[in-house]
């Protein structure tokens, strides 16, 4: 089975411009959950996906969105772009609802704001 | 709410040494608890996990960690490290019935030296 896929892999924008990441989870995985990655901040929570609805959110501002098509596919946006916002966004796969079935990482999407 | 809190960002042994990372989580439910592993320019994999039953689970590569629900902590061994164990380790809990949210620690650098 071919593994998670996020696409683009790198991603350099300037401050206020908007964004869009895309995350194709594995084969039969209908949970796809995203985070934001920073050197001493670790991985943190943006949101997960079930079947096309949002089941959780982490807290994030509201710039920072996201959605799930029918074919289990995920997008991530982010509007407005800041600064800070400079981070890997990792995209994970499950398939199951819960925390009892593992998560598979993709490679991520290196973002930097100028 | 959930936290996880690893102890040691950085540690150094040399090779064929002993080592623990340690992870620390607070949650006013119960949880799955969970050990990633990022190795350099790889995604993340998972190492280990605690769903129920022993307390004490094993990686095929010679990693172990004991769950500890008195002291919350989740701590992870190896007796015996190798320079390709190199690498990020995360520690992550998901609390049960909740989806796939997972909360990570800030992560462990282990630097094997030779």
């Known amino acids: 089975k071919a593994g998670v896929t996020q696409t683009p892999r790198y991603l350099i924008k300037t401050r206020g411009q908007q964004v869009t990441l895309s995350c194709s989870p594995i084969?039969?995985?209908?949970?796809v959950s995203w985070y934001q990655q920073t050197p001493g901040q670790g991985l943190q929570f943006l949101f997960e996906?079930?079947?096309?609805?949002?089941?959780n959110k982490g807290n994030f501002p509201g710039r920072f969105s996201g959605r799930q098509f029918s074919n289990s596919r995920s997008e991530m946006n982010v509007s407005t772009l800041e600064l800070g916002d400079s981070a890997l966004y990792l995209c994970?796969?499950?398939?199951?609802?819960?925390?009892?079935?593992?998560?598979?990482f993709g490679p991520g999407t290196r973002l930097t704001v100028l | 709410a959930q936290s996880v809190t690893q102890l040691d960002s950085q540690v150094p042994v040399f090779e064929e040494a002993p080592v623990e990372l340690r992870c620390n989580y607070s949650?006013?439910?119960?949880?799955?608890l969970f050990w990633y592993v990022q190795y350099p320019n790889q995604g993340l994999q998972l190492l280990l996990k605690?769903?129920?039953?022993?307390?004490l689970v094993e990686s095929i590569n010679g990693f172990e960690a004991e769950f500890n629900k008195s002291q919350t902590s989740f701590h992870l061994r190896k007796p015996s490290v190798h320079i390709s164990d190199t690498a990020e380790y995360f520690c992550?809990?998901?609390?049960?019935?909740?989806?796939?949210?997972?909360?990570f620690g800030t992560g462990t650098s282990l630097t094997v030296i030779p």
């Open positions: 996906y079930f079947s096309e609805t949002q089941r």
């Open positions: 994970a796969s499950s398939p199951g609802p819960t925390g009892y079935n593992e998560q598979f």
């Open positions: 084969s039969g995985h209908r949970s």
């Open positions: 605690y769903l129920s039953g022993s307390t």
């Open positions: 949650s006013s439910v119960s949880v799955y």
């Open positions: 992550a809990v998901s609390p049960l019935r909740t989806g796939n949210q997972f909360y």
